[in-house]
């Protein structure tokens, strides 16, 4: 596609629900990753992957998240047992390459818990 | 730790003046920068982006300059518009793939 492209772009969810994020990256591009964007923050990284392998998830703020990468093409990330200090913006981004190039972002999906 | 962050959270300018916006780093081996702008509801799109070995690069309306010896880069826009009104972030790529984001300066632009 022309961009990264990410659904829902709003979700509410109930505390404890679980959510399923997606992200559609450019095509071919081998590099994707996912970053949570707090109100008035900078992103934080979360995870990388490089095809389906994902090779760093040390930014994952707990084990009820949860990121995959099947096919190397569409990802998607889950939150299970949401909890209020899990709203934020979750942005994904490609690379065509491996890191250290301009990353295309997508535009979020803003994740509001209840 | 590594650790990116701006001076100024929010900076006003006469549209047509050029702005500044500016950087700090502490990762003194960081060798890649780059600046992003962030439109409200949108994602960061890359403006300009400076390795280590320079000192300064140029684009369209922009300039960074990077000063390794105070770990501080700055953003110059010149002729500022109303459609450069954004939150720019500067983030280092020098953790491996990641990048880290310091905390942003909201930009506006008066008319």
């Known amino acids: 596609g022309a961009g990264v492209s990410q659904s829902p772009r709003y979700k509410v969810a109930k505390r404890g629900q679980d959510v399923a994020l997606r992200c559609d990256p450019i095509s071919g591009h081998v590099s994707l990753f996912w970053y949570q964007q707090a109100l008035g923050q900078g992103p934080e990284f979360l995870t990388y992957f490089q095809n389906e392998a994902q090779l760093d998830k040390s930014g994952l703020p707990s084990d009820r998240f949860f990121a995959e990468r099947p096919e190397g093409s569409v990802s998607t990330l889950k939150i299970q047992r949401t909890q209020q200090e899990d709203s934020a913006v979750y942005l994904c981004?490609?690379?065509?390459?491996?890191?250290?190039?301009?990353?295309?972002f997508g535009s979020g999906t803003r994740l509001t818990v209840v | 730790g590594e650790s990116v962050g701006l001076h100024l959270p929010t900076l006003s300018v006469q549209e047509g003046d050029n702005s500044i916006i500016n950087c700090a780093y502490s990762?003194?081996?960081?060798?890649?920068f780059i600046w992003y702008k962030q439109e409200s509801g949108k994602g960061p799109q890359f403006i300009i982006d400076i390795r280590s070995n320079m000192d300064k690069r140029q684009g369209q309306r922009v300039t960074v300059l990077l000063n390794k010896t105070v770990k501080h880069l700055s953003l110059q826009i010149a002729a500022t518009q109303p459609g450069d009104s954004a939150v720019y972030f500067c983030?280092?790529?020098?953790?491996?793939?990641?990048?880290?984001f310091g905390g942003g300066t909201r930009l506006m632009v008066k008319p």
């Open positions: 990762n003194s081996a960081s060798d890649y």
């Open positions: 981004a490609s690379s065509l390459r491996q890191g250290r190039d301009g990353y295309t």
């Open positions: 983030a280092d790529n020098n953790a491996g793939n990641m990048l880290t």
